[in-house]
């Protein structure tokens, strides 16, 4: 099993940064890809950002040039680096981990609010 556990999150005025984390713990060697998706109120859960454990990175198309995402596989923390903030980035953010031969582990979501 795998454990995920995010920090970071919170109130942030628009064009400002935010930083979040998320650490795994647990059966972590079957740990590939991590990454980051957000959920917005009476929207649909979407991509914000991926990373494979060799470093290629993938972004949606919402977040490309003011997002950047990090792991530190020593720590199997992955991490969200929230630049030029926009209130439509508003939303909960999880985490989610994908492992070999088994399925997805998301976490529990945190909250970042963007206010204009």
């Known amino acids: 099993q795998v454990q995920l556990v995010e920090s970071g999150g919170g109130l942030v005025q628009a064009g400002g940064s935010l930083s979040i984390s998320c650490a795994a713990s647990?059966?972590?060697?079957?740990?590939?890809?991590m990454g980051w998706y957000r959920q917005a109120p009476g929207k649909q859960r979407e991509l914000v950002a991926t990373?494979?454990?060799?470093?290629?990175?993938n972004y949606g198309d919402s977040v490309k040039g003011r997002f950047t995402i990090s792991r530190d596989n020593a720590k199997n923390t992955v991490y969200l680096q929230m630049n030029s903030l926009k209130p439509e980035d508003t939303a909960v953010y999880y985490c989610?981990?994908?492992?070999?031969?088994?399925?997805?582990?998301w976490g529990q979501g945190t909250q970042v609010t963007v206010s204009s």
């Open positions: 647990g059966s972590t060697l079957s740990i590939t890809t």
């Open positions: 990373i494979t454990r060799g470093g290629r990175e």
């Open positions: 989610n981990v994908e492992r070999r031969l088994s399925s997805s582990v």
